[in-house]
Structures are given as C-alpha cells and as structure tokens.
C-alpha cells in the first residue's frame, strides 16, 4: 500500500492581475499628464527642434497606445 496525495491545483484568476495592471496605468497617465505640462511652451525663447522631435516621438508612441486601447476594447475607427 502506498500513499499518494492528490493535489488540487486552483486555476490563477486574471482579474487581480488586471486590477493591477489597470491602476499602474493609471498612474503612468496621471505621471504622463504632469510631465506634459511641464515641457516647454511654444513661446518659450529657448524652444528647439529637439523639443519639437521630442513631442513628435511622444505623439507616435501615445497613438500606438491609443490604437492598442482601441483594438482591444473593440473600437473601430
């Protein structure tokens, strides 16, 4: 006679992971909205290209986040 011991293994729910996930990216946009608004403005006298690149970057990768939040939320545009 020997002993085995059956183990029941729980399935891992996703929804705290996603709970998770869903407040870091919050907090990534409330980080995002602050350092906007600290960048330099257009009719500031030390205003350069690099500044106008920089922006240009931010605006391609925030519409691939927003094309993302679109697919997976169904949105069609």
Known sequence: MHNTQ????????P?????HG???ARDLLQHIELQLDRMVRP???????????????????LSEVAAL?????GVRN
Do not use: C, F
């Not at 059956?6 to 729910?13: A, C, G, M, N, Q």
């Not at 929804?15 to 709970?19: I, K, T």
């Open 15 to 19: 929804g705290p992971a996603y709970e």
């Open 22 to 24: 869903h407040l870091i």
């Open 69 to 73: 939040l679109d697919e997976t939320n």
């Open 6 to 13: 059956s183990l029941h293994v729980r399935p891992i729910e």
């Open 43 to 61: 009719d500031n006298k030390d205003l350069r290209w690099m500044h106008v690149r920089a922006i240009n970057l931010i605006n391609a990768q």
